[in-house]
């Protein structure tokens, strides 16, 4: 390995999606950390990335006739795509050492620029059995095993780096579940008593706080990790004085996103109205917005990279000359629209033996299965859906429900039931396994995506902006970033209210669904069978308004003019 003197960027994330083939994410959060990885390559930015390594994946789902979800553990093999280093580290949990080992890889981007990424592995023989396991599942078991693993991602992470030789100057913590870093740092940069007069001192809070960079992703109160001190006591011991932590984290329990907000210096939400709602979740604070987006040459299908390639040279590293779409002949576009459709047409019929038309108008619908998400919202009324759809449109669907989330895995089942009752009239499939190799089928190879959250609880979405990158126009309630990306008609449609509430309002569910079905059956379908020419402008817009901001090139010089270099 290449070790460099230059000041680092450490990015740390639970969970970090760079291929399918390498298991260790589970959805937007993880993808979102790999795009950010390979656009700092791209940039040539000098920066580090620390994750765990998850060595049985999330989990691939796998699902009956009725819809109903079993997991398994992800068969994967390390050494397959990257090197074990002999360093160890240790961290105490339990009043147990358990020691911590890392994995190599490195994200090389056609630039020159890499970004290395260490994944921690405690499966080590000298550890106890159950230590063994801390770095097995994503997201696994309890809150326990939770409070575990974030102190082998936060602090034995930090150690790491240290014991790697990297100097670091910038520590990122992507979503709270990093938060632990802090007290690391704390207890680093701990001062002895004699050197300062006011006690709070020893406790350098604003040398941790200037090496701290917070992005927060979640605008639901539940999704903020929040562990008792009993437990922490427990697992954790005492690294800094309850009293302190307290100040720092919160006096009822330990809450990771307080404790990050508390000692990062510069603190974002992932799109201007996730900023908003922030501000609102944790007054006082202040919190800056940088929108998301997704890594641009990563979430462009083949026929797409071919088309960029012939008018947009250049496009995968400047993602602006997207701008000159129009430049692109209509019928070029249609083809490698159509090209891409057949791919998951022929999927469909492969895994589900489903055959679906080319021909007709299809929808996309692809994300986690919980509640507030609502995949359901689009069979609110089957009899009405029936009447605009039959003959006109078909649906394909996918998505993993978390193993403890009942209502998630009621709600994959309950597509299963839709699929029976509109079988006569409207092709519907679920998509089993949802991953990073599906999710690029599904956004280029559908005309339409969808996305149905009850406001204000997307933060962000980014699939939607990889739809874009491939063409295809979004359908979609205004929350996160398409309040950002939309204009009606143009780039594509809204669902439901201008998003003026942060707060949620009864109703919301008969007055999205009666929009959607209005849309639906007076604009969309109309315009793909009658308009084609305004279609495929429609299908430019996507390309040259949305995909030419939404990338992570984009976001990642944001993030380093005024979060890393300040
Ligand atoms: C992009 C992606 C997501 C996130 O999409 P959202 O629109 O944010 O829900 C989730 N899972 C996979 C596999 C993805 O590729």
């Known amino acids: 390995m290449k070790l460099t003197r230059e000041p680092m960027i450490a990015y740390f994330s639970m969970e970090i999606g760079i291929q399918s083939s390498i298991p260790t994410y589970s959805g937007g959060l993880g993808v979102l950390a790999g795009d950010t990885i390979k656009s700092g390559a791209d ?21 009956d006739e009725k819809g109903r979800q079993t997991e398994h553990p992800v068969v994967w093999e390390p050494a397959k795509f990257m090197t074990l280093l002999s360093p160890k580290v240790s961290v105490e949990i339990e009043g147990r050492k358990v ?46 095993y939770r409070l575990k693993q974030e102190i082998i991602l936060g602090i034995g992470g930090a150690r790491m780096l240290k014991k790697l030789g990297f100097e670091i100057k910038k520590y990122h913590l992507n979503e709270g579940h990093a938060s632990l870093l802090t007290l690391e740092l ?60 307290k100040g720092l984290a919160g006096q009822e329990a330990l809450n990771m996103t307080l404790l990050a907000l508390n000692l990062s210096e510069f603190v974002n939400g992932v799109a201007k109205k996730h900023g908003e709602v922030s501000r609102n979740m944790f007054p006082g604070y202040k919190i800056s917005a940088i929108t998301n987006g997704v890594h641009s040459y990563t979430w462009t299908c083949e026929s797409f990279k071919k088309l960029y390639d012939k008018y ?27 090209e891409a459709k057949k791919i998951l047409l022929g999927y469909v019929r492969e895994t589900t033996g489903v055959e679906m038309s080319p021909d007709l108008l ?19 009324d089957l009899e009405r859906l029936k009447a605009i759809g039959t003959g006109k449109i078909q649906i394909i669907y996918a998505g993993k429900a978390h193993p403890n989330d009942q209502p998630g895995k009621a709600l994959i089942e309950r597509i299963f039931y839709f699929k029976e009752k509109l079988k006569d009239h409207i092709q519907l499939v679920y998509l089993a396994n949802y991953n990073m190799e599906l999710a690029l089928k599904l956004v280029s190879g559908v005309d339409v995506w969808l996305n149905t959250p009850l406001r204000p609880r997307e933060a962000s979405g980014t699939s939607g902006m990889k739809a874009a990158h491939n063409g295809v126009v979004n359908f979609s309630v205004l929350d996160g970033w398409w309040i950002e990306g939309h204009i009606e008609g143009y780039t594509g449609w809204a669902i439901g209210p201008n998003p003026t509430e942060t707060k949620l309002v009864e109703g919301y569910d ?31 817009n996507a390309i040259g308004k949305n995909a030419y901001y939404f990338n992570t090139h984009r976001m990642m010089r944001r993030y380093v003019t005024e979060a890393y270099i300040r």
């Open 99 to 144: 020691l911590i080992q890392t994995w190599y890889y490195t994200v090389k981007s056609f630039t020159g620029g890499q970004v290395p990424v260490f994944f921690l592995d405690t499966d080590i023989k000298e550890n106890a059995p159950e230590d063994r396991e801390l770095t097995s599942f994503l997201y696994g078991k309890d809150l326990v």
């Open 362 to 380: 299809t929808l996309g619908f692809a994300r986690r299965a919980t509640a507030y998400k609502r995949a359901d919202l689009l069979f609110s």
């Open 43 to 63: 940039l040539n930015l000098p920066m580090v990335a620390v994750t765990l390594l998850s060595e049985k994946g999330y989990f691939r789902q796998e699902l």
């Open 312 to 338: 947009l040279p250049g496009w995968a590293n400047e993602p602006e000359l997207f701008v000159r779409i129009g430049r692109v002949p209509d019928e070029e576009i249609w083809e490698a629209h159509m």
């Open 510 to 540: 008969t007055r999205d669904a009666e929009d959607l079905y209005n849309k639906l059956e007076q604009v969309i379908i109309p315009i793909y069978y009658k308009e084609k020419g305004i279609w495929i402008r429609m299908m430019q």
């Open 186 to 245: 704390l207890q680093t940069f701990q001062k002895p008593i004699e050197e300062v007069w006011d006690e709070k001192l020893v406790w350098d809070v604003s040398r941790v706080k200037d090496l701290c960079v917070f992005t927060t992703h979640t605008p639901v109160e539940a999704g903020h990790d929040r562990f008792s001190y009993d437990l922490v006591r427990q697992i954790l011991g005492e690294p800094v004085p309850f009293d302190i932590l």
